[in-house]
Structures are given as structure tokens and as C-alpha cells.
């Protein structure tokens, strides 16, 4: 234990070492020459928030632009800084010895490491004639032999890879790092065999949320399915724009609703999506940044005429896509948008639409044995009795029986018809409700418990070759009766006589056993709609429906 201590604290020593080796001097140069690095070496997506955020800061105290913490590190070459000093016929020393930074005279640009968001704020906050932005110059890497390095007028040693990640993800004067990035950075060290940065990445989250990353791994290495939905999650991570949304803390709620092939699915729509935004070329993959995710995630230009003139009119003044990497490819990739026919998916639409999939999920895990094993798709396959036969509920009073060729079609067909009754009606089987309309009148609650619901489900999986299955409400008739007799009369003011009261109680069961169906109607669904509700808010597009959404889509 003591050897590891000290040979970690030696690594740190040697770190800070080479970077101070590494460092030259601390200069003014104009914002626009500084440039950032790739997308997938800036462990940090760029996102107008912070941009804003800043802003806000600089409006308040200023800039602070000389402040040693608000520095931007810039790698530069050897050749360039000695360009620089004889334009401005200074030395290195020169530079270094004075009381404030000098405005060097670069004919090119440099590479940032970090504080592309503190040079994007100043950028839009200070007048034209005063962008400048203080940056510590660090040199690049260079092999010298002995005699070179005695000829070069500031032989200071270059900055390794190493040191330069360490400078990257410094907790630096911009914003922490978000969980997406975490999660992203950590997964590329663990698949590419590094541990040691793997443990890095994952210091910076909390307590809580290193435990939910562990559930994954640990449900991952004896899951099959869970094992899948991870490597899913992998395959994301080229689409850097992707991961800013992702919020571990949801993983905990996500994992225990035991549906890993569904969310499988979802992830796999994710990637078949930009793959196929981005014409399949996975060089282009890191290009895609947060903000073009933020815009286009939830729209649908295929259906839609005003996503399609908002996208298109985006692309044109290249405020999506708007790396130069695309110059070549936005007309292709308008099209490719236009051709497809379902709403974009993402990892927030992800994270949203589970909060849908949660009440349906407690719905089918409610009728199946108390511990059962596995995920909830693998407990319906094993409950099922594998007869051919199954029923098509066509409408709510409606059944058609039906026959397939296998027993894994009958087993698809009978396990998605029950999801479909889950969502059609969750709010009066859980009483979790949609989501209120804005503005909007408050109506009276509709969305008590229904114990008859529960009989429909459970009839309904009886005709769709389901059997030892849990009835949490064996007799819905009776405690409805039992219900409304306890509120019409309160036991606490009324003296109820239970022999006569089951008496009753079969009287009124008979009544309704004896009350027939209403004759189901065939309705067309809208299929289009004007309503504002369908606007760009991302929230009306993922997530639990709001009422007038259910509503409208009730059959």
C-alpha cells in the first residue's frame, strides 16, 4: 500500500514536472487565433448554456481576463513562438519578465486545450478592438539532438500526451465536467484497456452515482440482455453530441424497471438514426456536437412542415452541423432527414420516454410472480403455455382470434398487446396521472384507481395463452361495491352489519355480471394535427404524454 502511495505520488510529481518544463510564458493573443482541438481528444462539448452562464459573470464583475485561474492553456510550436519573437523582436526572456502580458504578434493560430466556453463569452462581450484573452503558452512535443537543443533560443521541453490530458481534464475555470462526458470518457479507457484513466473518470462523479455505474457492470457481467444493453450504450460513443444529456442518477430507476431488451431497442434506434443522418461515415461521427443534438432530437421533418422549414432553415446558416467537416455533406444530410419517417431520437429521449415506459412497467410486473427472474419479457415467456392460438383485441370490447405459425410469433404478438392495454390505461391502474396541459383549467381527477381494469388486463392475457399469472384484485367487482357502500355510508357514523352487507354485495355483482357491452365502434385516428401542442418544445415530443395527448390518442 505504501509502495502504490508512492509511486502514484511520484507519477503526479513527474506530471507537474514536464509541465512546468513544458511552459514557456503567458501571453495576449487575439481570440480569433485561438483554435480548438478535435471533438474527441476535448473531453468538454461545447454548450451555449455555459456560453450564457458566463455572460451573465462577465456583466456583473468583468472579465478578469489577467487573473492567473481564467488563463487559457494553448499548445504552440517551436517555430511559431520563434516567428512571433522576432516579429516583435522580443525574446523569451523578455516575455517572461514582464509586469503584464504581452500582445504577441502570431501569423497563425493555436490549439486550446480547455476554455473554449470563457473565449466564446468574451468573444460576445468585449468590443471588437479589445478580444484578446490571456493564454499560457505551452510547447508542443519535439525530439532534439543535443545539438539542436543547444541552438534553439528557449529550450524548454514539449508537453507530452500525457500532460496534456492532465491539463484538459483539470477542474478548470469553465464547468465541472457533465455525467454524459464522465460516463463517455470513462467507457473509451475501459474498452481500450486503461484503468488507471478509467478510475480517473470516474472519481469526479459522487458516491451515488459510481454505485449506479457499478450496478450496470455488475448486472452486465452474469446478464445477457443487460450485457447487451451496455455494449449499446458503447456504441454510442463516437456520436460525442450524444452523451451531454445523459444524467447518471437516472440509471438506478432505469435499471430496476427490468426491461433491458426494450431499452436495447430504443439505443439501437438511437444509433441506426445519426449513423444514418451522418451518411454512415463513422470519420464524421465526432463532429456531431450537443447543440445540433439539442435542435434536431424530437423532430420529425418526414411529417412535419414547420420541423422541415426550421431544420432546413438552420442548416442553411449552419447554426446545426456547423463543424466545417459538414460543408460538403448539409444537403445530403437534409435529405437524409427528410427521409426519415419516425420523431429523431436521442439519450434525453431516451431518459424521458422511460419515465412513459415506468407505469406500464409496474403494470405487467404486477401479474407475474412476486420473484420472478429475469427481465419482464423472459417472465411473460415463460408463463406462456405455447399454444398458437391467441387473441387480437381490435377495440376495448372487441376480440378476434387469431393463429401463427410459431410459437415465438404467437408469444411476440400476445406480449406487445398487453404492453399496448398497459399504456392505454396506466393512469387509472396506477393512478400515476399524465402530465397537466399548461395554462389549463384544473379538471376534476379522473385518474383514481379502476380495480375493473385489472380484470380486462388479466382476461385479456388469459386469452393470450398466459396462465398462473397474479390477480392483485381477485374480485374487482366486489371491492367496487365494498367502495362505493363505505363512502355512501362511513363506518364511522353508520352501523354496517357485515352478513347483510354481503348480501348486498351479491345483489349488485349480479346486477353487473348481467350489464352487456356496448357495441364497439371502428374510429380512424387522427393522423394529423395543427395543435400547438405538437410545437418545438421538446418536452411535448418525449416523455409521459400530457392529457391531451392520451386523450387523442385513446382508440
Known sequence: MEQRFMADNSDEVDLELVKSQAFCCSVKL??????????????????PKNVSRLLQIFKLEGCLRLTSEHHVPVII???????????????????????????????????YLHGGHRLEAGNNFLNPDDRWWVADLYLEERKHSRLQLAQVSHPSLGVNEQTKRAIREAYSNTSNFCD??????????????????????????????RRDLLQLQRLAARDQQMQKLRDMLDSLVPFTGLWPALRIGTFHRVLT??????????????????????????????????????????????????????????????????SEAFNEQRSSILSRLQSVKHIIPSLHTFLEDTKYLEPCAK???????????????????????????WSEQCSE???????????????WHSYRQLWLFAWRHFPVMTGQAPRKDARKAQQENGNELQCGWWHEFLSLAS?????????????????????????????????????????????????????????????????????????????????????????DDAP
Open 77 to 111: 510550436r517551436r517555430q511559431q513562438l520563434d516567428d512571433a519573437l522576432r516579429a516583435d523582436r522580443k525574446s523569451i526572456e523578455d516575455l517572461r519578465s514582464a509586469q503584464e502580458p504581452f500582445l504577441l504578434s502570431l501569423c497563425t493560430n493555436v490549439t
Open 257 to 322: 424497471l427490468r426491461c433491458p431488451e426494450e431499452l436495447t431497442q430504443y439505443l439501437e434506434r438511437v444509433r441506426a438514426t445519426w449513423d444514418y443522418i451522418l451518411g454512415g461515415k463513422a470519420t464524421m461521427f465526432r463532429y456531431l456536437d450537443s447543440h445540433t443534438v439539442t435542435i434536431i432530437e424530437g423532430k420529425n421533418v418526414y411529417y412535419s412542415s414547420d420541423d422541415f422549414r426550421r431544420i432546413k432553415d438552420l442548416l442553411l446558416h449552419r447554426e446545426i452541423f456547423s
Open 463 to 551: 386469452a393470450c395463452g398466459y396462465g398462473s399469472l397474479r390477480n392483485m384484485y381477485p374480485d374487482a367487482d366486489e371491492m367496487t361495491v365494498r367502495e362505493f357502500l363505505r363512502n355512501a355510508r362511513p363506518p364511522q357514523f353508520y352501523r354496517l352489519d357485515e352478513d347483510h352487507l354481503k348480501d348486498k354485495i351479491r345483489d349488485v355483482r349480479a346486477v353487473l355480471a348481467n350489464i352487456q357491452r356496448r357495441p364497439s365502434e371502428n374510429v380512424t385516428p387522427q393522423l394529423s394535427s395543427n395543435y400547438q401542442s405538437c410545437g418545438p418544445d421538446i418536452a411535448f415530443r418525449c416523455g409521459r404524454p400530457f392529457e391531451r395527448s392520451f386523450k
Open 180 to 209: 454524459g462526458d464522465i460516463f463517455r470518457h470513462a467507457r473509451q479507457c475501459s474498452l481500450a484497456g486503461d484503468s488507471i484513466h478509467e478510475q480517473s473518470w470516474l472519481a469526479r462523479l459522487s458516491e451515488s452515482k
Open 363 to 389: 403494470i405487467m410486473k404486477s401479474i407475474l410472480p412476486v420473484r420472478f427472474k429475469g427481465s419482464i419479457r423472459q417472465a411473460f415467456t415463460h408463463q406462456h403455455n405455447g399454444c398458437l392460438d
Open 397 to 411: 370490447n372487441t376480440q378476434i382470434p387469431r393463429s401463427s405459425n410459431s410459437g415465438f410469433q404467437a408469444r
Open 30 to 47: 487575439w481570440i480569433r487565433q485561438f483554435r480548438p482541438e478535435g471533438p474527441m481528444t476535448n473531453p468538454r462539448q461545447f454548450d
